[in-house]
C-alpha cells in the first residue's frame, strides 16, 4: 500500500512539475517577447528572439498536456457520455484510453528517434539563433513521454477500479453547459 501511495505521490508530482514548467515557458515567452520590443526601440537586434519563443511556445504546449488531462481541461463530447449506460460509458473511456495511449507511446517512439538523430546529426535551426535542434526536440519529447505515462496512468486506473482520474468537478461543469 505504501508503495501504491508513493508511485501515486510521484506521478501526480510529475505531472505538476511539468504543468509548472510550461508555465515557466509562457513566462519565458513574454520575457522575449518584452526583450524584443525593447531591443527595436533601442535600435538594437535581438537575434533568434522569435525562434527561442516558438522553442517555448513547443515546450509549454507538451509540457502542459499531461496536466491538462488530470484536470480534465481536455476537450471531452459529453453528450455522448450523457446518452451512455454505465458499463457502455466505460467500455468507451477504456477504448479511448487505450487508442490515446497506444497513439503516444507510438508518437513517443518515433519522436525519440527523431531527438538522437538531429544530435546525431548536429542538426542546427535555420534561424540566426543556430540552436542545436535536439534541445528544444526535448522538451517536446519530455512532455510527450509524461503524456503517455498519463495516459497508461488513467487506463490502468479505469480498467482496475472502474473510474479514471480526471478531475470530476471540471467534468460535471462541462456537462451542464
Not at 510521484?10 to 515557466?24: C, P
Not at 520575457?31 to 527561442?52: C, D, H, N, S
Not at 511556445?57 to 488530470?70: D, H, I, R, T, W
Request: charged share 15%; aromatic share 12%; net charge positive.
Amino acid at each position: 500500500m505504501k508503495l501504491t501511495r508513493a508511485l501515486r505521490l510521484g506521478l501526480d508530482g510529475i505531472y505538476k512539475l511539468a504543468g509548472a514548467l510550461a508555465a515557466l515557458c509562457l513566462i519565458a515567452i513574454l520575457g522575449l517577447i518584452v526583450l524584443q520590443m525593447l531591443a527595436r526601440w533601442t535600435g538594437e537586434v535581438f537575434p533568434g528572439a522569435a525562434e527561442y519563443a516558438g522553442y517555448a511556445m513547443a515546450a509549454a504546449s507538451f509540457l502542459a498536456f499531461a496536466n491538462a488531462l488530470n484536470k480534465g481541461i481536455h476537450i471531452r463530447v459529453s453528450i455522448l457520455h450523457q446518452m451512455l449506460g454505465t458499463t457502455a460509458l466505460r467500455l468507451l473511456e477504456i477504448w479511448c484510453f487505450a487508442i490515446g495511449t497506444a497513439t503516444m507511446w507510438y508518437f513517443v517512439y518515433y519522436a525519440q528517434r527523431f531527438v538522437y538523430w538531429s544530435w546525431k546529426f548536429n542538426d542546427i535551426s535555420q534561424g540566426q539563433d543556430k540552436t542545436p535542434l535536439w534541445i528544444p526536440q526535448s522538451f517536446m519529447l519530455a512532455g510527450s513521454i509524461i503524456l503517455a505515462i498519463a495516459l497508461t496512468d488513467h487506463l490502468l486506473q479505469l480498467v482496475f477500479t472502474g473510474k479514471h482520474r480526471v478531475a470530476r468537478e471540471l467534468e460535471e461543469a462541462m456537462a451542464g453547459e
